[in-house]
């Protein structure tokens, strides 16, 4: 029986072709790249040739950067620091930095947040700072920018999300709910453009390719937002204050609420078919993870 769809498309007027390229009032769906970034990592499943840390770099990047209005961000974070004494403050006076090396990080007790820190990067040969340096940028948008790549590895211990693919999940939540209960909704979203993206690739390739896991994915869902919307802004914490602590303490102190370490490893084995469904994996191949 061959449905008919003329109820819901009574409605819909066709535009006069005035270009021979694909055009649309979106931007979004007007950038090539983007939109084949899109069809490729929405729809895809996962697998060894294409480590799914690479999925960000290999054209979502590089579409955000064209797409970028600096101009237009410059003005919402002028007109949010009039806005808001918080943010002036943030950024005109404190404007908290990652200056310290792996050395630095060693010094720490081991079972404090920087403690553990230092483990996680020296175990997994990581370095600092994304390859930014050490010299704090001037212009508020750059600084933004860069601050939000130093503290992403700090907001998975903070969130409780493990360092593998569906711990991803909570600091990626976490980003999407977090700057909307602080700042302006067209400045958060601004900021938040990479995770909103690059975390509903995982979602959409849990759901069509690993069902077993898509229960554990709302859940990190769910916890992630609730996180987000009831602690702090992140973007203004002083991090680097908090890593003498141990980690329930620098959750309190930098003003994290709601947050509890998660367990993600077995359906992680899962989603980044590691095992198949039911089987067990006493040795398995360890799969690095970030952004």
Do not use: C
């Not at 908090?242 to 367990?263: C, Q, S, T, Y």
């Amino acid at each position: 029986m061959e449905r008919d769809y003329g109820y819901f498309t009574s409605g819909i007027r066709q535009a006069e072709a005035t270009s021979s390229d694909l055009r649309s009032t979106s931007k979004y769906l007007n950038h090539s790249g983007l939109r084949d970034w899109m069809v490729t990592h929405f729809l895809r499943r996962n697998g060894p040739d294409i480590p799914i840390p690479s999925d960000t770099v290999m054209g979502l990047t590089q579409a955000l950067d064209d797409l970028r209005d600096e101009k237009e961000m410059t003005h919402l974070i002028d007109a949010e620091k009039e806005r808001n004494p918080k943010v002036r403050k943030w950024l005109d006076e404190e404007r908290p930095y990652m200056n310290l090396t792996k050395e630095d990080f060693a010094k720490f007790d081991p079972d404090s947040f920087g403690g553990r820190y230092s483990r996680y990067i020296t175990d997994n040969n990581y370095e600092l700072n994304l390859g930014w340096g050490y010299e704090v940028p001037t212009d508020d948008l750059t600084y933004i920018r860069i601050r939000a790549g130093q503290i992403h590895d700090f907001e998975h211990f903070m969130t409780g999300g493990q360092f593998n693919t569906l711990g991803e999940l909570l600091p990626y939540y976490f980003r999407l709910s977090n700057p909307f209960s602080h700042f302006t909704p067209e400045l958060a979203a601004g900021i938040s453009q990479l995770y909103i993206f690059g975390g509903h690739r995982l979602v959409m390739r849990s759901f069509l390719h690993y069902p077993q896991t898509w229960p554990t994915v709302l859940d990190l869902m769910q916890r992630g937002i609730t996180i987000g919307q009831e602690s702090e802004s992140t973007h203004m914490m002083n991090y680097e204050a908090a890593l003498h602590l141990p980690i329930p303490e620098a959750r309190d102190f930098l003003g994290f609420r709601k947050a509890e370490d998660v367990d993600t490893v077995e359906m992680d084995k899962i989603y980044t078919e590691q095992v198949k469904p039911g089987e067990r994996a006493e040795t398995m191949e360890r799969v690095p993870v970030d952004i």
